[in-house]
């Protein structure tokens, strides 16, 4: 073809363009390389929230709203790529709730599944249908979709958890529902510690059957997390890739605790560093105990202190490394929908 057919091409083609949009229509050669690529691209980026800088501004909004005015006072953790769209990853949300004592948070319900990661404080507690639970540091606590909740303080100092929802992911499917409750705080139908003694010692009532996909237990303890970290890493050696890595379970199924979100806890031995990974879930980590660094392909390596909190986008090659003390990471990620979709895939190299 000589270039004065090529531009004859060049401009039908423009005007054949113009024609198409004028009917709503597309032409798919023009954008499939993007719509269909060749490996995952997420648009978030690897980002780091240290606690150091975060927690002086979050007690500023304490003195500047109340928890009952701000219904939730949040400080959302924003990934710097997707600025205004509260989002911490691509599909995540995550951000960091503080609540003051004899505040009440009020009570409503909504569509999407929510995990408490509880960071600092002690007397803050959640009601979840008619049962509240006293939170503790390292505590998972679970608000399954659609149930009435409301958070309390009944003792002294700050509490603050981290909030992680699949709010992107509700959005993106159009499905996200909202109800204010009647009265600013629910009333207690059940006594504390029900939940966990009916569904959370490995026993199950003779004839149950589940009425939700998410776990009946709504408060998995940091101590008897961090005792079951312990005696693995007594009695095994580290994976290379995840270190002494558990996930949370709903006892009912085995499954994840939530068909969204997927929590896990992992140990990594002082010095231990892992061999790169990477998988197509996107995940957040927070650093609870230790002190840890995480290196990302073309990124300088970032320290990680106690409740600092790293976003990790999905199929980004990373490697920890355990600097000082044995180190302790939470994190969520969306591994759940990727498995259950047949979409999950991960990588793991040897160095």
Not at 89 to 106: C, N, R
């Amino acid at each position: 073809m000589n270039e004065t057919s090529a531009l004859k091409n060049s401009v039908d083609r423009s005007a054949f363009y113009k024609e198409l949009d004028a009917l709503n229509l597309a032409p798919l050669w023009e954008v499939l390389r993007g719509l269909v690529p060749t490996d995952p691209r997420p648009a978030a980026v690897p980002y780091a929230w240290h606690w150091r800088t975060v927690l002086p501004q979050l007690l500023a909004a304490g003195g500047s709203i109340t928890a009952e005015e701000a219904e939730r006072r949040v400080l959302v953790l924003e990934n710097p790529k997707l600025r205004g769209k509260s989002q911490i990853t691509d599909t995540l949300y995550a951000g960091l709730q503080l609540i003051l004592p004899g505040e009440v948070a009020p009570a409503h319900r909504h569509t999407q599944s929510a995990l408490r990661f509880v960071l600092e404080g002690s007397g803050g507690y959640t009601a979840v249908a008619g049962e509240r639970t006293t939170m503790q540091r390292g505590d998972l606590i679970l608000t399954p979709f659609w149930t009435w909740h409301d958070h309390g303080h009944d003792g002294e100092g700050p509490v603050v958890w981290m909030d992680c929802l699949d709010v992107p992911l509700v959005s993106f499917l159009k499905t996200g529902f909202r109800e204010e409750h009647s009265k600013t705080a629910q009333t207690t139908s059940r006594p504390e510690g029900y939940s966990d003694a009916r569904y959370g010692s490995g026993l199950l009532p003779v004839g149950y059957q589940p009425t939700s996909a998410t776990s009946p237990v709504f408060n998995y303890p940091y101590a008897r997390t961090r005792e079951a970290l312990h005696r693995l890493a007594q009695s095994q050696e580290p994976d290379p890739h995840i270190g002494i890595c558990l996930r949370y379970v709903n006892p009912v199924n085995g499954d994840w605790v939530m068909p969204t979100l997927g929590p896990s806890m992992r140990l990594l031995p002082e010095g231990f560093s892992t061999s790169t990974y990477r998988s197509t879930d996107s995940a957040v980590f927070v650093a609870l105990e230790g002190e840890v660094s995480i290196e990302t392909d073309d990124q300088p390596s970032v320290k990680l202190e106690t409740n600092d909190v790293f976003a990790m986008p999905g199929w980004c090659p990373y490697r920890i490394r355990a600097l000082r003390g044995d180190c302790v990471l939470f994190s969520f990620s969306d591994r759940p929908v990727h498995e259950k979709l047949g979409l999950f895939r991960e990588e793991k190299n040897h160095t």
